[in-house]
């Protein structure tokens, strides 16, 4: 696990991923820094990409219940690159804007990929919440009944967008929770 | 939300979806379409290309189209429909998809007339500049990496304890600076002859001579210890600075343009940090009220928050994870046991009823009991402790001294911990749902704290003003033994606060740590073991910084710098506590959740604020102001500075101010207030209606489309089952 080449950033190129994304300059200088320690040896930043388990083992991610879909969801090919830590750290960052991690949440949390939020994957996000083998039938029921009786709108037992988003502009508790701010620094 | 609506199809069947063609019916709403339909439908895809804002009709390629493209799409549509003010941030696209559509973007600037593209520019520098100084001003946040590091440790329960400590640090130094704008600079200004300014006293008018004697006490040997005992309660050398009232004997600074009323500058700095500290606590609380509002409804906690904002990101450590889960699972269950509470307690019986609201009715007469034997408890002692002070203190011991001194603060903190055991045992027997027990005994903690502040001012009050043998209409209050009272209150709302700095310290010292050392090192004892290191109760950990600011809300105006001190004390109280969550505690199972804890730490701030506003009204508007001392004494009352002053404005301005505030304004304004907010419920109201009848409408257009696939559905297989047929 040698180092990339040490390439200082270019100016122009930190202004711009300012621009681009919500990180702030000391922000996208950390993720650089872990990123250079993480790459192959040899490759510039911008052409080496980290594999999803060694994004999944960044102490950002690691005993997150959700790092799989999280990897899933921002890398490209089932590789990283570093502009696609840049864009996953720029909507976990706290200045991101609720539309966009809204839009994200629900990718993460859609674990079939069907566009909604069904049965199956309130299932699967609960347990995965739980983090216990044997949470009890009633538990897992209840819940799953609630939840989808609060935001499923339609009644068709499964979240669209549309009312994923309206849940979330409702939770006080979603921007707060819905934040990485530790990158390696 | 309609739950009865029929046939809530995914109820039943929950995780047998596949469609069987049997069980298909024209009246089944069993039926769960296929998903693919779903998303072939106009509304799914116009939904879809509003999230990735990606320029193209055409969603299936989904890549940009060419630059002459889009512009000749787009050209009717108008240019400035595509370059929408949204920031580039703010699509859901990865980088380099971003840096294409900027590029497109600027290329279509060109187009634009010279004025638009003027005012992007400008409209761009400025939101950049605004996130630069708001970058800027983030570093200068107090404490942020400290917070930040308790947030990843013990989670946003604790964290929002410390942001409100943190919240509380400025707004008493930004007290402190009015007080000291306001009162103190011109004073020290003229003391330390840096401007060329005189004082202006006013001599005494058609008073008797007997109000205005303040003997100052000086006993001919001056022991140690008194010195010590002058430190801690404000007495002796103290009582001349310029900590308390009696110190501002002044009634203008005369500078060499223009006098500065020294008087009318008290009352106002008093009446700015109240309003200030109401304004800035509402402003702080209006999001988490909202919030409050809008998820009122049935439901007083929502399950979607809990699912889907349930897991901190934050969280790095394991340790903290494995907490996070067993607190998440704990949660869920009691939610679900509190549903069923509910659920027991709306079936129960009229009999049952009634025996329940007895019960309670007696239990609350029991509360009401403790309550008033608490506060006759303080009122005896501050009697006694006022009595004696008064007589020949320095000839009594150091520690009795000191027992006097501090009887009624030693009273309310022995009060304080003794009730909150015998609320908690009581609401047992009340049998309310569990989440309502604990905000009640919260709520009553709440006020058994604040109220006994009042109660030591009130009785302070009514010694001040009572005179055993008729020597109260010399002066309006009682001038032998108080012949300065502000300055004796001050020195109680003095003691007050340094006994709670000493307890707080003395607890985390003499409890706190050795309970620590003890469960680390004598693992052997089950006992010890059973007791278990501490957890962080963050409800008394506020109250008890809720309490310190209530003292120094009253304390400011008869002690100008006791914000100074509540600064310099809350700041200690930061460091100490930190020190403490980090060594002694273990995080606690059960944690409180951000949202909530914001709300609650300010309603009780907010409930703080209007106990202490109480006394200082009374105080300002019907005691007379002593005369011997302080600002105030060529006037009645404190509150007197304002008319005068109103009575030296030109005429106009006085009788457009006595116009104002006569009733004849009052009432038909207090009238239109009313007629406004009938308005604003009637109206809120409606759309609640509205709501509730477009919700239902949501539901049956859904049964609808489902209806409507199913036939297609059917039709297609018919079709498909018939290949050969003509």
């Known amino acids: 696990m040698g180092q990339c080449l040490r390439y200082q950033m270019q100016w122009e190129d930190l202004e711009e991923y300012q621009a681009l994304t919500f990180l702030t300059r000391n922000e996208i200088l950390c993720i650089h820094d872990t990123f250079l320690k993480l790459c192959p040896s040899g490759k510039h930043y911008k052409e080496a990409t980290l594999t999803m388990d060694q994004v999944s083992s960044l102490p950002a991610l690691r005993v997150n219940p959700f790092r799989d879909r999280i990897c899933r969801v921002f890398s490209h090919d089932n590789v990283f690159s570093f502009e696609d830590v840049l864009g996953m750290a720029s909507v976990f960052s706290e200045q991101a804007c609720p539309s966009l991690k809204i839009e994200y949440a629900f990718r993460i949390y859609d674990f079939n990929e069907n566009g909604f939020i069904d049965e199956e994957d309130l299932e699967e996000i609960v347990l995965r919440l739980l983090k216990s083998d044997d949470a009890s039938e009633d538990l897992l029921m209840d819940v799953m009944h609630h939840v989808l009786s609060e935001s499923d709108l339609d009644n068709d037992s499964m979240l669209s967008f549309s009312e994923f988003e309206h849940a979330m502009a409702k939770s006080p508790d979603f921007m707060n929770s819905f934040r990485i701010h530790f990158w390696g620094c | ?726």
């Not at chain 2, 709403?29 to 509003?50: D, G, M």
């Open chain 2, 1 to 726: 939300m309609s739950e009865g609506s029929a046939g809530d199809p995914g109820h039943g069947s929950s995780r047998q979806r596949a469609v069987h063609p049997e069980n298909l019916s024209l009246g089944s709403s069993c039926f769960s379409p296929p998903v693919n339909f779903l998303q072939e439908l106009p509304s799914y895809r116009s939904v879809a290309r509003r999230r990735t804002n990606i320029l193209s009709r055409d969603k299936q390629s989904g890549t940009l189209l060419k630059p002459t493209d889009s512009f000749s799409c787009q050209l009717d549509g108008g240019i400035t429909e595509n370059l929408n003010s949204q920031s580039i941030r703010k699509y859901a696209l990865n980088i380099s998809e971003k840096r294409r559509l900027r590029d497109i973007q600027e290329t279509q600037m060109k187009y634009l007339s010279e004025w638009d593209q003027w005012k992007r520019y400008s409209s761009k520098s400025w939101k950049r500049f605004l996130e630069k100084a708001r970058e800027m001003t983030t570093h200068l946040e107090l404490w942020r990496k400290d917070i930040r590091s308790i947030e990843g440790k013990f989670g946003t329960g604790i964290q929002s304890y410390f942001s409100f400590l943190r919240f509380l640090v400025v707004l008493n130094l930004v007290i402190f600076l009015i007080i000291f704008m306001l009162v103190l600079l011109p004073i020290l200004l003229t003391k330390y002859k840096i401007t060329n300014s005189t004082f202006v006293l006013i001599p005494f008018k058609d008073m008797d001579i007997q109000c205005t004697l303040y003997p100052i006490s000086s006993s001919g040997l001056i022991y140690f210890y008194s010195y010590i005992i002058d430190l801690l309660s404000g007495t002796g050398f103290l009582e001349e600075t310029s900590l308390f009232y009696g110190h501002y004997t002044i009634d203008g600074v005369k500078f060499q343009s223009f006098t500065y009323d020294l008087p009318l500058a008290y009352l106002i700095s008093t009446i700015a940090y109240l309003a200030l500290s109401l304004l800035w606590i509402v402003k702080r609380s209006v999001e988490g009220f909202k919030i409050n509002l809008i998820r009122s409804e049935e439901h007083f906690q929502s399950y979607c928050n809990k699912i889907f904002a349930g897991w901190d990101f934050c969280i790095t450590n394991r340790s903290m994870a494995e907490l996070k889960h067993s607190s998440l699972r704990y949660e869920l269950r009691a939610d679900l046991e509190e549903e069923r509470i509910r659920q027991k307690i709306a079936e129960r019986t009229s009999e049952e009823t009634i025996r329940i609201y007895t019960l309670r009715l007696f239990l609350n007469c029991i509360v009401l009991a403790v309550l008033a034997a608490c506060f006759y408890a303080i009122y005896l002692a501050t009697a006694f402790s006022q009595e004696h002070m008064k007589k020949e203190i320095d000839k009594m011991v150091f520690g009795e001294n000191l027992l006097i001194l501090y009887l009624p603060s030693i009273v309310i903190t022995l009060a304080n911990f003794i009730t909150p055991i015998i609320f908690a045992k009581i609401i047992h027997y009340e049998d309310y749902s569990p989440g309502f027990e604990i905000r009640l005994t919260i709520l009553r903690c709440v006020f058994m704290r604040l109220a006994t502040i009042c109660v030591l001012v009130f009785t302070l009050g009514s010694k001040i003003t009572s005179c055993g043998d008729s020597t109260c209409e010399l002066c309006g209050y009682n001038q032998k033994l108080y012949p300065c009272w502000e300055t004796q209150v001050g020195q109680e709302m003095y003691k007050l606060m340094i006994f709670d700095f000493i307890i707080i310290l003395a607890v985390t010292l003499f409890v706190d740590f050795p309970r620590k050392l003890l469960v680390t090192y004598c693992a052997s004892s089950k006992l010890i073991q059973c007791w278990g290191q501490q957890e962080f109760a963050i409800p008394d950990n506020v109250l008890g910084i809720v309490y310190g600011q209530t003292i120094c809300w009253i304390g400011a105006f008869f002690s100008p710098l006791l914000p100074a001190i509540a600064t310099l004390k809350f700041v200690i109280i930061f460091y100490v506590k930190e020190l403490s969550l980090l060594y002694t505690c273990r995080p606690s199972p059960r944690q409180f959740r951000a949202s909530n804890s914001n709300f609650f730490f300010l309603l009780v701030l907010l409930i703080g604020l209007c106990l202490a506003i109480i006394p200082l009204t009374i105080s300002m508007a019907r005691i007379p102001s002593s005369k011997a001392c302080g600002p105030f004494t060529n006037f009645n009352t404190t509150w007197e500075v304002i008319p005068q002053t109103v009575s030296t404005f030109p005429s106009s301005l006085q009788t457009l101010i006595h116009a104002v505030t006569s009733e004849a304004f009052a009432v038909p304004f207090f009238m239109i207030i009313c007629l406004v907010m009938f308005y604003f419920i009637a109206l809120a109201g409606a759309h609640k209606q509205v709501v509730v009848q477009l919700r239902e409408q949501l539901s049956l257009e859904s049964r609808d489309k489902r209806y409507l696939i199913q036939k297609l559905t059917e039709a297609q297989r018919e079709v498909r089952s018939q290949p050969a047929s003509a």
